[in-house]
Every structure is written in structure tokens, then in C-alpha cells.
Nanobody, 112 residues
């Protein structure tokens, strides 16, 4: 069965960095685009970034463009999200998504 397991969340100060990782299994990883979404407390889920097969055409929401970088390793079946210059408004649970499958999420808290 499809499994998506996120890791790397935690508490970071404003201006800091975190790197999230998603380990995927149960499907032909290299043949699917991968996405990251997030959900802040009391808010709806929001698109963050996507990356196509072969690492092509990464695309970002306006709110994270220039600060976040999505990447994938098809040999390891992983997709990462490098987050720099973090802001308090980046606080959210971050989810890895493939097709219509979602991981359980990892919490990122940006606070001093």
C-alpha cells in the first residue's frame, strides 16, 4: 500500500532553516509528481510546492517562493523541502502528497 512518512519538523526561531523529508513506498515513485501542502492552526490546507517527474518544473506558492526549495531523489524514493528564512506564519503541519495519498504530517513551529 502507498505510504508517505514525513520527518524533520520541529521548533525553529524566525529566520532559521529546517529541512523536511518524505519517504515514499508502495508505488512507482519516479513516475509521479510529488507535492507538499501545509495546514496552519485554524486554517485550511494550503499548497506549498510541487515537483514533476525527473525533478522538472518545481513550482511554489507565492508565500514561500524564494525561501523554500523542493527536491527529489528517485533512487531513495524521497522528496525533501528545504525551508530557509522561516517566518512565524510558516508554522503549520506539513504534508507530503502523491496522487490522492497524504502522509500524516510533520509539525513545524517558528517562534522565538
Amino acid at each position: 500500500q502507498v505510504q508517505l512518512v514525513e520527518s524533520g519538523g520541529g521548533l525553529v526561531q524566525p529566520g532559521g532553516s529546517l529541512r523536511l523529508s518524505c519517504a515514499a513506498s508502495g508505488f512507482a515513485f519516479s513516475t509521479y509528481a510529488m507535492r507538499w501542502y501545509r495546514q496552519a492552526p485554524g486554517e485550511e490546507r494550503e499548497f506549498v510546492a510541487t515537483i514533476d517527474t525527473g525533478g522538472r518544473e518545481p513550482f511554489y506558492s507565492d508565500s514561500v517562493k524564494g525561501r523554500f526549495t523542493i527536491s527529489r531523489d528517485d533512487a531513495k524514493n524521497t522528496v525533501d523541502l528545504q525551508m530557509n528564512s522561516l517566518k512565524p506564519e510558516d508554522t503549520a503541519v506539513y504534508y507530503c502528497v502523491a496522487m490522492n495519498y497524504w502522509g500524516k504530517g510533520t509539525l513545524v513551529t517558528v517562534s522565538s
